[in-house]
């Protein structure tokens, strides 16, 4: 009897086989052959006989993951485990579906499974670094990396992730670098020219970006974050037509109205011609009104690589309270050098009216002004912005000014945060009273937090700002007064061709206005480009 019953099973076992054979023959060929909605009917058409199949489990969980079908995928890879618990497959693919689907907490812990029972398997150390950056942890995304690296110093995969984790971050400088040496051992590898020719775009280089974005398109015709690309290109090159609205108003009840209109014309050359109108409305507290219409032109040139000129000329027709009016040239010039490197300069000069009082276009009050920034990141997760300006005043004032300001990016997910400590100084050689704040040997110190996050379709940002500063304002002197700046952004894109950006502040700071005084600032920007 018990011969019978072995034989029996064995019997069965033969029947099953030679009965999922074929079918399984059937569904590897289709599989192989890039047929994947047959492979996968096929596959199930095998598990409907034999549900352990590993091959089939492993197979179709692949593809239904590839049809963004996580759930029945993980489903499918955790029953290969629990049939072979040591199928490293399995354990890989299953961990890169969980973070398909945003469960990043669990496709690291799987990556890091993999990883303690094979130390150094390179396809867990990439997962977890990838998953890290995908959440939005690009510090230890980074970190990551790097202990890839130190495994498997030749991984351009891991040279990769670190380029964009610096990318990510807004660290153009250090991305370009990793980026050029994936790129010396690989000069046509796809992510590399991709992630270039972002740089280029976010930098301004349109020509670059678009050579860039013609050489993958030449190979990978069909791929759709290069279609993607070539869009970003024809976006960046395409005319843009931008309307504003502001409304700014104090405690000293000054009121300030403008809207404006601006269409920029891109060229393939990297030059762009831009032409503008701006209408300011002023009223003062006495309820007396001026008015400018400001139009000007500006010309940008990228004389070289990391370079770019800004050429602006225009004319204000002022208006005072008494009804008289008058012209002025207005001028700016701008010349940034490093763009995109890791001392980044610019330089500027501007001549214009004072835009803000009754008082200041009554009195036909101008400035000339001289400027020198520089932006740096001395670490990854650092930025320091420093600056120095000197004003002269069309009244026989002047001002000297100093500024600076140290921003850490905090490591957090899903919100890009950061903090910054910042320092202002400027001073006035005189109190004039021609309607703008003159203090003497004004200091002010402060930490500023700000929190972003894209939706996609919606971004929103907010800030807020609290510090101390101390000043001379005729005969009233202020010591370590408190101040704080809170504001908040919140844009939505309609389309690839139009967007509303709406923006709104609050602020007592005396950089702005005198101690005591509070001022508010409502905008709203609507952007238009039709050919995109």
Known sequence: MRTMLIALVILTTVLVSAQTAAPTAAADAAFDAGRMDVALKLYDEVLARDPMNVQALTRSAMMLSWQKQWDEAIRRYEKVLSIDPKNEKARLERAKVLSW?????????AFREVETSDPGNIDAMLGVGRVLSWSGNQA?????????????????????????????????????????????????????????????????????????ATQL??????DDEVVELRSAVRRASSPTLRTMYDHIDDTDRNRVNSWGVESAFPSAKNTDLTFGYTRYDLEDSLHQNGSIDSGYGSLLLRPAHAQRLILRAGLDRT?????HDSSKATGRIVYVFGAGSSVETALTADHRPFRYTTTSVDRGVTL????????????????????AGYWDISDSNSRRSADAALAWRLPMTGVRTDLAVNFHYFDYDKRMGNGYFDPQNFRASSLQLDLHKDFKTVYAHAMGERGLQSFTLGNVSKKNDHFFTWGGTLGIRFTKSVALELAATKSDSASQNPAGFESKEYTARLRIQPGT
């Not at 689907?101 to 812990?109: D, G, L, W």
């Not at 398109?217 to 069909?222: I, Q, V």
Request: no cysteine; charged share 20%.
């Open 101 to 109: 689907s945003h469960q990043y907490a669990k496709s690291i812990a």
């Open 217 to 222: 398109a030449t190979r990978f015709p069909n």
């Open 319 to 323: 208006r005072g309270t008494t009804g």
């Open 368 to 387: 000339t002004s001289y400027s020198i920034t520089a932006s740096t990141r001395p670490a990854a997760a650092l930025q320091l912005n420093v600056g």
């Open 140 to 212: 230890a995304a980074r970190q990551q990396y790097q202990r890839t690296l130190e495994r498997h110093p030749d991984s351009l995969e891991a040279m990769l992730g670190i380029a964009q984790t610096y990318a990510w971050s807004g660290n153009d400088a250090h991305a370009r670098t990793w980026y050029n040496k994936v790129l010396a051992v690989d000069p046509a590898r796809r992510e590399a020219v991709m992630g270039m020719a972002y740089l280029d775009l976010e930098e301004g280089d349109r020509f670059a970006a678009d050579r860039g």
